[in-house]
C-alpha cells in the first residue's frame, strides 16, 4: 500500500495552481495486486514494475558527496540551477533541462556541487519478479523489452528542450495528482502516468537519437525548439539548417505537417499552458516570457488555438 506521507509533503496552492513540497520522498511499499500496465518479459521471467518513491527535491547545493549504486532505477529531470554532479565515477555539469536516466550499478550523486538553488523532479522504481529477484539490466534494454524495438544505449545527462521539459513535467504531475487521489483506480491512473512517461522517453529520446545523424531540417527544428521566445526570421532559422528560404520551408511543412511559424507558435503556446498553470505571471508577464511583445496578439493566438482565452484555461485548470 502506499506509505500514507503524501498529505505531508504536498500542499495544494489554489493560487499557483501547483504542489508546494514540503518532504522530500513519497515512500510506496508493494501493492498487492499490483497494476499490471508495467510488465515485461526478460529472458522468460516476467518482471513488474514497482514504485520505490517520487518526489520533487530542491535545496542548496553542497560540495559534500556520498557517490552510490544500487538495484533500482531513476528518471531525474532538472528543472532549475545548475553546477556539476557525481556521475559514473566522474563530475559532469548539470543547468535546467538535463536529464539522466540512471541504471542498476550506476555509480551516482544528484546534488550539485555549487551552493546554489537547484530542483529536480525524480521517479524512482524497480523491476522485480514474483520471487522477489531484481532486474538489473541497464534502462536501454528495459524500453526495448518494453516497446518491442531493439533501442540503443544512450550517454545521459541529455539536455531536454522547453517543449520536451514540459511533456515530462505534465507526465509527472499526473503521477502526483493520482497518489494523492481518493479515486478507486488511483494506483491503476499512477501507473499509466508512468506508462506515459516511458512512452514519451522511448519515443523522443531514444528512438529520436536512433535516427542517427539529424538532418538539416531537424537541425533547424531543434533551433526553434530551443529558441522559441527570440523573435527570428524564417531566412536566419533556415541558415542554421544550410537551406534556402523556400526549401526550408516546403521541407518543414512536409515533414512536421506544420510552417515554421506555425510550429513556432504551437510551441509558444505549449509553454503558456504551463506557465498559466504552474505560476501566478499575469498575461503580459507570459507573453513577454514566450517572446511575444503583444499581450493582446498572445491572447488571440492561445484563444485561436486552445479555443479559449489564457484567463479561461488558467481557471478551468
Not at 2 to 26: D, G, V
Not at 57 to 81: A, T
Not at 174 to 187: C, G, R
Request: aromatic fraction near 14%; charge should be positive.
Amino acid at each position: 500500500m502506499y506509505y500514507n506521507a503524501f498529505n505531508e509533503c504536498c500542499k495544494w496552492s489554489k493560487t499557483l495552481k501547483t504542489y508546494t513540497i514540503m518532504i522530500k520522498y513519497y515512500k510506496t511499499e508493494n501493492i498487492d495486486p499490483s497494476p499490471q500496465v508495467i510488465d515485461i518479459c526478460v529472458n522468460d521471467k516476467e518482471y513488474s514494475c514497482f514504485i520505490e518513491h517520487t518526489s520533487v527535491e530542491s535545496g542548496i547545493g553542497s560540495q559534500l558527496y556520498r557517490p552510490h549504486m544500487h538495484d533500482i532505477y531513476h528518471i531525474v529531470l532538472y528543472l532549475d540551477g545548475e553546477g556539476q554532479i557525481f556521475w559514473k565515477d566522474q563530475m559532469v555539469n548539470i543547468r535546467k533541462g538535463a536529464l539522466f536516466l540512471c541504471s542498476p550499478g550506476i555509480n551516482h550523486h544528484f546534488y550539485p556541487n555549487k551552493k546554489r538553488p537547484f530542483k529536480y523532479i525524480e521517479l524512482t522504481f524497480s523491476m522485480k519478479a514474483k520471487d522477489n529477484q531484481l532486474l538489473k539490466v541497464p534502462f536501454s534494454s528495459v524500453f526495448s523489452n518494453y516497446s518491442g524495438i531493439n533501442l540503443p544505449a544512450i550517454n545521459f545527462p541529455l539536455q531536454l528542450n522547453a517543449r520536451q521539459m514540459w511533456q515530462v513535467e505534465q507526465c509527472f504531475s499526473e503521477i502526483f495528482k493520482n497518489l494523492n487521489s481518493s479515486k478507486q483506480l488511483h494506483w491503476f491512473l499512477v501507473y499509466t502516468a508512468i506508462a506515459k512517461l516511458f512512452g514519451f522517453l522511448i519515443e523522443e529520446i531514444y528512438v529520436g537519437e536512433d535516427l542517427g545523424e539529424k538532418s538539416s531540417i531537424d537541425i533547424a527544428k531543434n533551433y526553434i525548439d530551443q529558441n522559441f521566445h527570440k523573435n527570428r526570421s524564417i531566412e536566419y532559422i533556415s541558415k542554421k539548417g544550410g537551406m534556402s528560404k523556400g526549401h526550408f520551408q516546403r521541407q518543414f511543412k512536409k515533414k512536421f505537417g506544420l510552417s515554421p511559424i506555425a510550429y513556432q507558435n504551437q510551441v509558444r503556446v505549449d509553454v503558456a499552458k504551463r506557465l498559466l498553470v504552474e505560476t501566478s505571471l499575469n498575461i503580459s508577464e507570459i507573453s513577454e516570457r514566450i517572446g511575444l511583445e503583444n499581450p493582446h496578439y498572445f491572447s488571440r493566438l492561445f484563444k485561436n488555438t486552445c479555443g479559449m482565452s489564457p484567463k479561461k484555461y488558467r481557471n478551468e485548470f
